[in-house]
């Protein structure tokens, strides 16, 4: 079978390349070529680089390391709007989910109709994200004649996995096309964005449509349902005003965007990524250490009149999005540092930032999209400080070793 589509793919790539009848679509052709099967191309002179991955399996191993996050951000959502439904005296599941879930013969009690009736939620939303940011990137492959990069296929799900499950699907279309325009195609494409495209498209619906994006709110996909979340319960009232336990925050039964609320699902995927060496093993442990040393230096400090200064690390790392932003969006390989100690210094500043803007800023309850793309601005100028420092050590033991011969 895979012979026969090999030699069916060899046919008509003539058709696809220069001077063919469709050689303008020659990018979706690729992209189709090169999904299926590791591309051919070599480098012709040297330097040769030896590596069994490309940047398609590089990006499908980002891919594969989401499922334990999607598999709980379904489950969570059908068994989050379950509760609610529960409280508010509700039977059935509103619109067309409703429908469907009566028709399977829907028990809110089951572990698969839970996942189920979040699946319903997550999957348009994936699927907008999906086709609308899909479409943007053909399009501006197309009119550049380049390939179609496979980059967009771990966008689409790290920007799907940080939005609410209650979320228009208007404004999911919005945010995809913000992030893929203005975040990435206006620079250049991929591998030219300075700034994460996922989180860009996650800030524009953050500023754009506060209502619905600001964090204090719980985000339940039950019409009508209202509460406060982990954090916006702590900087009202004080941890004791928090009304889920630390293991449940860590497992991920509490409300919150669709991928952002399992801790321990997210960190499956992070040693997956780490394991495999895609992921910065450096960023990771700065972002935890800048996190840690921030809180606790805020926990010396107190307060009389804001709780959030109490608030310890082990909570701060399984409430909103510090853990999904670590592990998936931070490890940006594009807009990370570089160098190694530049992915310390990058790290260090997302966790002391994030911590910053949870505790000392009220206005904001999470903190860390705006940590992470206020760090994706200065990663080059660390890359850039780090080594002017090697130059100047190097060009000090160059002189050193030229004053001993002499």
């Given at each position: 079978?895979?012979?026969?589509?090999?030699?069916?793919?060899?046919?008509?790539?003539?058709?696809?390349?220069?001077?063919?009848?469709?050689?303008?679509?020659?990018?979706?052709?690729?992209?189709?070529?090169?999904?299926?099967?590791?591309?051919?191309?070599?480098?012709?002179?040297a330097p040769h680089v030896r590596?069994?991955?490309?940047?398609?399996?590089?990006?499908?191993?980002?891919?594969?390391?989401?499922?334990?996050?999607?598999?709980?951000?379904?489950?969570?959502?059908?068994?989050?709007?379950?509760?609610?439904?529960?409280?508010?005296?509700?039977?059935?599941?509103e619109g067309w989910r409703g429908?469907?879930?009566?028709?399977?013969?829907?028990?809110?009690?089951?572990?698969?109709?839970?996942?189920?009736?979040?699946?319903?939620?997550?999957?348009?939303?994936?699927?907008?994200?999906?086709?609308?940011?899909?479409?943007?990137?053909?399009?501006?492959?197309?009119?550049?004649?380049?390939?179609?990069?496979?980059?967009?296929?771990?966008?689409?799900?790290?920007?799907?996995?940080?939005?609410?499950?209650?979320?228009?699907?208007?404004?999911?279309?919005?945010?995809?096309?913000?992030?893929?325009?203005?975040?990435?195609?206006?620079?250049?494409?991929?591998?030219?964005?300075?700034?994460?495209?996922?989180?860009?498209?996650?800030?524009?619906?953050?500023?754009?449509?506060?209502?619905?994006?600001?964090?204090?709110?719980?985000?339940?996909?039950?019409?009508?349902?209202?509460?406060?979340?982990?954090?916006?319960?702590?900087?009202?009232?004080?941890?004791?005003?928090?009304?889920?336990?630390?293991?449940?925050?860590?497992?991920?039964?509490?409300?919150?965007?669709?991928?952002?609320?399992?801790?321990?699902?997210?960190?499956?995927?992070?040693?997956?990524?780490?394991?495999?060496?895609?992921?910065?093993?450096?960023?990771?442990?700065?972002?935890?250490?800048?996190?840690?040393?921030?809180?606790?230096?805020?926990?010396?400090?107190?307060?009389?009149?804001?709780?959030?200064?109490?608030?310890?690390?082990?909570?701060?790392?399984?409430?909103?999005?510090?853990?999904?932003?670590?592990?998936?969006?931070?490890?940006?390989?594009?807009?990370?540092?570089?160098?190694?100690?530049?992915?310390?210094?990058?790290?260090?500043?997302?966790?002391?930032?994030?911590?910053?803007?949870r505790v000392v800023n009220p206005?904001?309850?999470?903190?860390?999209?705006?940590?992470?793309?206020?760090?994706?601005?200065?990663?080059?100028?660390?890359?850039?400080?780090?080594?002017?420092?090697?130059?100047?050590?190097?060009?000090?033991?160059?002189?050193?070793?030229?004053?001993?011969?002499?």
């Open positions: 079978m895979t012979d026969k589509l090999r030699r069916l793919l060899d046919k008509v790539e003539p058709k696809f390349t220069k001077g063919g009848k469709y050689h303008k679509y020659y990018g979706l052709f690729e992209m189709v070529d090169t999904l299926l099967y590791s591309p051919p191309n070599r480098t012709i002179g590596d069994a991955l490309d940047l398609k399996r590089v990006m499908g191993y980002v891919w594969l390391a989401t499922f334990p996050v999607m598999f709980m951000a379904c489950f969570n959502t059908g068994y989050q709007a379950n509760l609610a439904m529960q409280g508010m005296g509700l039977e059935h599941a429908t469907i879930m009566d028709m399977i013969g829907y028990d809110p009690k089951s572990f698969f109709d839970n996942f189920f009736h979040g699946f319903l939620y997550f999957l348009p939303i994936y699927m907008t994200t999906f086709i609308v940011g899909g479409m943007a990137e053909v399009v501006f492959a197309l009119v550049r004649g380049h390939e179609v990069n496979e980059g967009f296929f771990v966008t689409s799900i790290l920007y799907s996995l940080v939005l609410p499950p209650d979320i228009p699907l208007w404004m999911v279309g919005m945010g995809i096309l913000f992030g893929v325009i203005i975040g990435k195609e206006v620079f250049g494409g991929t591998g030219k964005n300075f700034i994460n495209p996922a989180l860009a498209g996650r800030a524009f619906l953050f500023f754009a449509y506060p209502a619905f994006m600001s964090g204090d709110a719980v985000w339940v996909a039950v019409d009508g349902y209202s509460g406060a979340t982990t954090l916006s319960a702590a900087a009202a009232g004080g941890m004791q005003a928090v009304t889920v336990s630390w293991w449940d925050a860590f497992i991920g039964f509490e409300p919150g965007s669709l991928g952002e609320t399992s801790t321990l699902a997210i960190l499956i995927g992070g040693a997956f990524l780490l394991f495999t060496k895609i992921a910065s093993w450096r960023i990771v442990s700065g972002v935890m250490f800048g996190m840690v040393m921030m809180t606790i230096l805020l926990n010396t400090i107190g307060s009389d009149t804001n709780p959030m200064f109490a608030m310890p690390w082990y909570w701060h790392l399984v409430t909103g999005g510090f853990a999904f932003g670590m592990i998936f969006m931070a490890t940006d390989p594009v807009t990370a540092a570089h160098t190694d100690t530049g992915r310390w210094w990058y790290g260090v500043l997302i966790g002391v930032m994030v911590i910053l803007i206005a904001f309850p999470e903190g860390m999209m705006l940590a992470i793309l206020f760090a994706n601005m200065f990663a080059p100028l660390m890359d850039y400080g780090v080594m002017k420092a090697n130059i100047k050590r190097r060009l000090k033991r160059q002189a050193a070793n030229a004053g001993a011969k002499s």
